[in-house]
């Protein structure tokens, strides 16, 4: 399969500024089924780049290059078009579920909410599909979840069921911006595992945006290196690992523990 005909989202040349420039001439490209990582320190320009995708930039920000999503310019178009996109065909996962997922609406609610926006479902047509949303995330008793509110499950499992919120009108492309952070290492590896083998079951283009190259290492099929607001290294995953070109890149894999990634140890979600 060629690069080109499986290119989900291509990012060209882009810049932010937001009173002073902040990323400077980014491209990237997302390909069908498979994960790329963007990864550095925090301040890299890492997150706005994934912000700047769904048009959730500060006003103040001013942009230039191209963001398109097959045919469709995404940098510039206008907002009501611009939400027709969003959780339709992209979708984003953000660093702490707490935060995304709304404390008074049950689990049911928030989503059937996408599939009634986006797809027209209602009733028990969008129930059902909430369900099986629940299980191919591995939520347990998905029918009888439906009706909880996220306080009462655990961190990986609010995770999962923003996950599934991201995932409820198959978006072509899915953002997840540091999706473990706020998960304990044994809690981490379960979500991991679930994203990658959602980008392959699904052909879905994941943007996997991370300050953890030890992340990185167990997910990502390629991963291109921030720093200050530039892409410094790119290379499929086993090439950058094994084989750094670049300075930064060097000294962020000397800084992990035992400088040795050997992208094993996925393990099941234990936080129940």
């Not at 980014?26 to 550095?40: N, Y």
């Not at 660093?95 to 926006?117: F, I, K, N, W």
């Not at 969008?126 to 591995?138: D, H, N």
Request: aromatic letters at 2%; glycine letters at 10%; one cysteine or more.
């Amino acid at each position: 399969m060629s690069a080109s005909a499986s290119t989900a989202l291509s990012i060209r040349d882009l810049t932010i500024e937001i009173g002073r420039p902040l990323v400077h001439g980014v491209s990237l490209d997302l390909h069908a089924g498979r994960v790329q990582g963007l990864a550095g320190e925090s301040g890299s320009g890492k997150t706005l780049t994934s912000l700047a995708v769904l048009g959730l930039l500060p006003r103040a920000a001013r942009t230039s290059g191209s963001i398109r999503l097959g045919e469709d310019e995404l940098l510039g178009m206008p907002r009501r078009a611009l939400n027709r996109v969003r959780g339709k065909r992209i979708a984003m996962v953000f660093q702490d579920p707490s935060a995304s997922l709304h404390p008074q609406l049950t689990v049911g609610t928030q989503l059937t909410d996408h599939m009634r926006v986006h797809l027209g479902l209602k009733g028990k047509a969008a129930e059902q599909r909430a369900v099986e949303l629940l299980e191919t995330v591995q939520v347990p008793r998905a029918a009888d979840s439906l009706g909880r509110y996220p306080h009462q499950f655990s961190g990986g499992q609010r995770q999962r069921i923003a996950i599934a919120c991201a995932l409820a009108c198959d978006p072509e492309v899915l953002l997840a911006d540091e999706p473990t952070t706020a998960l304990d290492v044994t809690v981490q590896a379960g979500i991991l595992q679930l994203l990658r083998d959602l980008a392959i079951e699904r052909e879905l283009a994941v943007l996997l945006v991370t300050h953890d190259l030890g992340v990185m290492s167990a997910i990502a099929d390629d991963v291109a290196i921030m720093k200050d607001g530039r892409i410094v290294e790119r290379a499929d995953r086993a090439t950058l690992f094994a084989d750094p070109q670049h300075e930064y890149t060097q000294t962020l894999l000397a800084a992990l523990p035992g400088s040795k990634i050997d992208g094993a140890g996925f393990g099941e979600d234990t936080d129940e």
